[in-house]
C-alpha cells in the first residue's frame, strides 16, 4: 500500500509566487528609476544610481527560491519505508532504520522560524522533519506513520486511509449550523493593531492619490498603493479570526475576510494549542482527533477574552497547550 503526499498550494506556491512577484516588482521599479536617470542624464553612470538595490533584491529572490525548493519535497510512505523527493536530491529511508517518531512537534525551519511537524529520529541521530504547512493531507500522512509504527510493533499488516472524516464532517456541517446563540469570543477589530494600521492605510493612501492628482507619475503612485493595501489585506486579514464556542461546535469567523467559516466538533478535537508563533497575534490552533492541526491567529481578541476562551476549553475537558516562540 502506498501513501503519497499532497502540496498545500496556498502555503507552497502561492504564498511563495507573491513574495517573489512583490520582490521582482520592486526590483523592477528601482531598475527602471535608474536607467530613467541615465537616460534623462541626471548621473553619467549606473553605477551611481540605487541599481545595487535592484541587484540586491534579484539575489534574495535567488536564495527565497532555493530555499523552497530544498523544503519543498514529495513524500511516497510504503510498507517498506518512506522516500523524500525534491528538485535536488531523493532519499530513501527504511523503517529499521527509524527509532522514534514525534508525531506533534516543532521545529526550526526556513531562516529559524518555529514550525508545527512531525519528526522522524533515525538511529543514526539524524532528524527528518516533515513541515506540515506544505501538505495539504498532512492528517493522513501522521495517520499512516502511527500505522507503521503500531504494525511494527504488533505485527499486523499495515493499512493507510486515504480520506479526512473529520474534514469531511466540518464541510457537511458548514451550511446548516446556526451560530445566533453560540457564546462569541471576539474584539473590536477597528480598534485593534490589525485594523487601525490597514484602515489606516487606506486614508493614508486615498489622501495621498488625492494630493497629487495631477502629478505626471499619478498612475504610477496608484498602482503602488493598491498593492500595498492587497499585501497588508491578506497579511493582516490572516490575524483577524474570532470565534464562537459551546458544547459541540468551535465556528471560526474573520472579520476582513467574511468567506471564511470553519466549524469543528469539539468531539474531534485533540489538543488546543494557545500559540504565539513567528511575531504572528496571538492565535489558536486546533489539532484535531485525524491529526491535522490549523493556526488561527486573532488579533482583536484582548487577554480577558482569551482567559474566557481558555476557561471554555477546560470546561469541555479539552487539552490546552501553550506555546510562545
Excluded at 493598491?226 to 479570526?241: D, R
Amino acid at each position: 500500500m502506498i501513501l503519497k503526499s499532497r502540496f498545500n498550494r496556498r502555503n507552497s506556491f502561492v504564498i511563495p509566487s507573491c513574495i517573489i512577484a512583490i520582490l521582482l516588482l520592486l526590483a523592477g521599479m528601482v531598475g527602471y528609476i535608474s536607467f530613467l536617470d541615465v537616460s534623462n542624464g541626471k548621473v553619467d553612470s549606473i553605477f551611481k544610481t540605487p541599481i545595487y538595490a535592484s541587484l540586491f533584491l534579484a539575489l534574495v529572490v535567488i536564495i527565497l527560491i532555493i530555499q523552497y525548493l530544498l523544503y519543498l519535497k514529495t513524500i511516497i510512505i510504503t510498507d517498506q519505508g518512506i522516500k523524500f523527493s525534491s528538485v535536488f536530491s531523493s532519499e530513501f529511508i527504511s523503517w529499521k532504520d527509524v527509532q522514534e517518531l514525534k508525531i506533534l512537534d516543532r521545529s526550526t525551519i526556513m531562516g529559524g522560524t518555529s514550525r508545527e511537524s512531525t519528526t522522524l529520529k533515525l538511529k543514526n541521530g539524524r532528524n527528518v522533519i516533515i513541515p506540515e504547512l506544505f501538505y495539504e493531507n498532512i492528517g493522513n500522512i501522521r495517520k499512516a506513520l502511527v500505522a507503521v509504527f503500531e504494525a511494527k510493533q504488533t505485527g499486523t499488516p499495515i493499512k493507510f486511509s486515504s480520506y479526512s472524516e473529520a474534514r469531511k464532517n466540518r464541510k457537511n456541517i458548514s451550511q446548516k449550523l446556526d451560530i445566533s446563540n453560540m457564546p462569541q469570543y471576539t474584539g473590536n477589530h477597528f480598534l485593534s493593531f490589525n485594523g487601525i494600521v490597514f484602515y489606516g492605510l487606506i486614508i493614508a493612501s486615498v489622501v495621498m492619490v488625492a494630493t497629487l492628482g495631477n502629478t505626471q507619475n499619478l498612475g504610477l503612485i496608484f498602482l503602488i498603493c493598491l498593492i500595498l493595501l492587497l499585501v497588508y489585506y491578506g497579511f493582516l486579514g490572516y490575524q483577524a479570526h474570532y470565534f464562537y464556542l459551546d458544547s459541540k461546535y468551535l465556528v471560526i469567523r474573520n472579520h476582513m475576510w467574511p468567506w471564511v467559516n470553519e466549524q469543528y466538533k469539539t468531539e474531534e478535537i485533540q489538543e488546543v494549542v494557545i500559540d504565539t508563533p513567528y511575531r504572528l497575534e496571538k492565535s489558536l490552533r486546533i489539532v484535531s482527533t485525524d491529526f491535522e492541526s490549523k493556526l488561527y491567529p486573532a488579533g482583536s481578541l484582548k487577554k480577558k477574552t482569551w482567559e474566557l476562551l481558555e476557561s471554555k476549553f477546560e470546561e469541555l475537558n479539552l487539552p490546552i497547550r501553550k506555546d510562545s516562540f
